[in-house]
Structures are given as structure tokens and as C-alpha cells.
């Protein structure tokens, strides 16, 4: 069936590094734009980054402009998010998605990693 | 940037009853690109409405989505309990970045 499993959260400091991995099956990956979607404790959704099905393309939500990156391995069915000089506000739940068949909606979810940063 | 704002910020409704959220843009939604999305507590968000009004698929006929260009609106025709929920509505405009509105809680008396 189709599915998205995130992986890779966890507790870090602050300043430090942290990779998530998302690993796609069940469709086939190399035509579907992917997502990063994140929620902080208590709080709502917070769109984060797209990557074109190609790779292409990158888009970021300000928040993160600089210091997260998204990529995509095709071979391997793999989507990650880079996030760099991590602040305590970038505790949440990481989601990726993936782009509806329809436009304009994001029709698959994972069912997250939570990345907590603290001293 | 496209500020979506949702209103109301919570409701609480009896089983049975009508229920209407509200979602409007700080600029026209290009192509009505328009998603609303339900997330349960503890669970991922799952999309129910793309294109402002086209039902995804599995989602129940008493959810519907209309409006176009800034407002937007989700109705459920006849609440159930297991619609509690929180409700988003996110836009995909012309381009990023691809905003989620605040969200509206439906809670069940």
C-alpha cells in the first residue's frame, strides 16, 4: 500500500545538526513532488519545504531559509530534510507528504518524527 | 505570502448537527488550489477537500467544500462524533510557500 515512514528525530542541542529520512513505497516516487510539513507541541500545522519530483526545485518557508535543506534520492525511494543550526523553535512532529494525484493538496502523510531541541 | 485566517477558533456542536468553518485568504487562492484537511488527536492530518471543493477519495459524503478566490468554507452536514477534529485549510497558490491556516476545533457535547 501506499506509504510514507519518517525516521531520524530525536533530541538535539541547540546549534546542532539533524537529518530526517523519509521512505516512500507502494507508488512510484520519481513523479511526485514531496513535502515537509511540521507541528509544534500544542500548536498547528507549518508548512516547511517542497522539492520538485525531479529535484529540480526547492522551495523553503522562512523560518527555515538557510538553514534547512530538502533532497530526494529517487534510486533509493528517499526523501530527507537537512536541518542545520537548530533552534528550540524548530521543536515538533515532522510530517513528509506527498502531492495529491489531484492539484493543489497534499494526499499522503506520514505519521511523523517528533525532533525535540534542548540544552 | 498567503495569510489564511479560520474562524470560528473552536466549536462545540451536538451529534446530528450542521457545522460550517470558515477559511478566508489575504489574496486570491490561484485555481481555487484550496485544501482542507481533518486531524485527529494523536494521528497525521488526512486531506478531505482539494480544489476548494472536490472530495478526496474515502471522505464521507457529508463533508463539503465550496468558495473561490479568498473564501472558503467546510460543511458537515450532519456532525458525527468521530469528526472530532481539528480542521486546516491550506492553500497552494501561484507559488511557496504553501500556508496552512490556524486550524478550527470541533468539539462533540
Known amino acids: 500500500q501506499v506509504q510514507l515512514v519518517e525516521s531520524g528525530g530525536g533530541v538535539v542541542q541547540p546549534g546542532r545538526s539533524l537529518t530526517l529520512s523519509c521512505a516512500a513505497s507502494g507508488f512510484t516516487f520519481n513523479i511526485y513532488g514531496m513535502h515537509w510539513v511540521r507541528q509544534a507541541p500544542g500548536k498547528g500545522l507549518e508548512w516547511v519545504a517542497i522539492?520538485?519530483?525531479?529535484?529540480?526545485?526547492?522551495y523553503y518557508a522562512d523560518s527555515v531559509k538557510g538553514r534547512f535543506t530538502i533532497s530526494r534520492d529517487n534510486s533509493k525511494n528517499m526523501l530527507y530534510l537537512q536541518m542545520n543550526s537548530l533552534r528550540a523553535e524548530d521543536t515538533a512532529v515532522y510530517y513528509c507528504a506527498r502531492k495529491d494525484a489531484a492539484p493543489g493538496a497534499l494526499g499522503i502523510w506520514g505519521q511523523g518524527t517528533m525532533v525535540i531541541v534542548s540544552p | 505570502e498567503i495569510v489564511l485566517t479560520q474562524s470560528p477558533g473552536t466549536l462545540s456542536l451536538s451529534p446530528g448537527e450542521r457545522v460550517t468553518l470558515s477559511c478566508r485568504a489575504s489574496?486570491?487562492?490561484?485555481?481555487?488550489?484550496l485544501a482542507w484537511y481533518q486531524q485527529k488527536p494523536g494521528q497525521a492530518p488526512r486531506l478531505l477537500i482539494y480544489?476548494?471543493?472536490s472530495r478526496a477519495a474515502g471522505t464521507p459524503d457529508r463533508f463539503s467544500g465550496s468558495g473561490s478566490g479568498t473564501d472558503f468554507t467546510l460543511t458537515i452536514s450532519r456532525l458525527e462524533p468521530e469528526d472530532l477534529a481539528v480542521y486546516y485549510c491550506?492553500?497552494?497558490?501561484?507559488?511557496?510557500?504553501?500556508?496552512f491556516g490556524p486550524g478550527t476545533k470541533v468539539d462533540i457535547k
Open positions: 522539492i520538485w519530483y525531479d529535484g529540480s526545485n526547492k
Open positions: 489574496q486570491s487562492v490561484s485555481n481555487n488550489y
Open positions: 491550506q492553500q497552494f497558490g501561484s507559488s511557496p510557500p504553501f500556508t
Open positions: 480544489g476548494a471543493s
